[in-house]
């Protein structure tokens, strides 16, 4: 069974401070899926992270892939009230995801004004 | 409109009863999967299908049924509900024309069961 280790579980910032939410396994994903989920709704996707070491950015939000393809980052830079929700990483296995998901226990964010 | 839809968004039912959460896709998405979301576990994946009378277990699927008769409609049945199955439980789909591929999902039902 594979398992993701995301930490912190909870955090709450200041609006303009930036922050790094990590996901840590000790097994290997075929790839890593960020999503965001607001109260009352279903996850979206964020973004995909495929080969090791890969970085990829949107706006003020920065994800990476570890090396080794078992673990990843969300780094918020300068983070805004709008960034508030529950942020949760997902992996894909050697199916490719075709098996579903396995998904971290989250990070919920909150940001101060 | 195009998407995911689960029904009811939220239900209340009595423990031994049997109860049906239905999700429809308008994509024609050939993968559909079934999670339940829980304070302190996250989701975790109970029936996948990959395509219409394809099904697959996932993590946690005992006390839980499914279907695909048709490519759009994904039900999952408790057979006789148990209080630990108290949770909120999301529907989603995938189109695996590559591996990788996002997963779409409903806004979810909320199953209280008393």
């Known amino acids: 069974t594979q398992l993701l280790e995301q930490s912190p579980q909870f955090l709450s910032i200041q609006e303009g401070e930036n922050l790094t939410v990590y996901c840590n396994s000790s097994s290997v994903f075929s790839s890593l899926q960020w999503y965001r989920q607001e109260p009352g709704e279903g996850p979206v996707l964020l973004v995909t992270v495929v080969t090791g070491g890969e970085v990829k950015k949107l706006k003020r939000l920065t994800f990476q892939f570890g090396d080794a393809r078992k673990d990843s980052s969300l780094h918020i830079t300068a983070a805004q009230t709008g960034d508030t929700g529950l942020y949760l990483c997902?992996?894909?296995?050697?199916?490719?995801?075709?098996?579903?998901?396995?998904f971290g226990k989250g990070t919920h964010l909150i940001i101060q004004p | 409109d195009a998407g995911i839809t689960q029904s009811p968004r939220y239900k209340i039912t009595e423990t031994g009863r049997q109860v049906t959460l239905m999700c429809h896709q308008t994509?024609?998405?050939?993968?559909m999967f079934w999670y339940r979301q829980d304070l302190g576990h996250g989701l975790r994946l109970i029936y996948y299908?990959?395509?219409?009378?394809?099904?697959d277990k996932g993590e946690v699927p005992d006390g839980y049924v499914v279907s695909r008769s048709k490519t759009e409609n994904f039900p999952l049945t408790l057979e006789s509900a148990t209080r630990s199955q108290t949770s909120v439980y999301f529907c989603?789909?995938?189109?695996?024309?590559?591996?990788?591929?996002?997963?779409?999902f409903g806004d979810g039902t909320r199953l209280s069961i008393l």
């Open positions: 299908s990959a395509a219409a009378d394809i099904t």
């Open positions: 997902a992996g894909a296995g050697s199916g490719g995801g075709a098996d579903g998901l396995t």
């Open positions: 994509w024609s998405h050939s993968y």
């Open positions: 989603a789909s995938s189109e695996f024309r590559d591996s990788n591929q996002p997963q779409h």
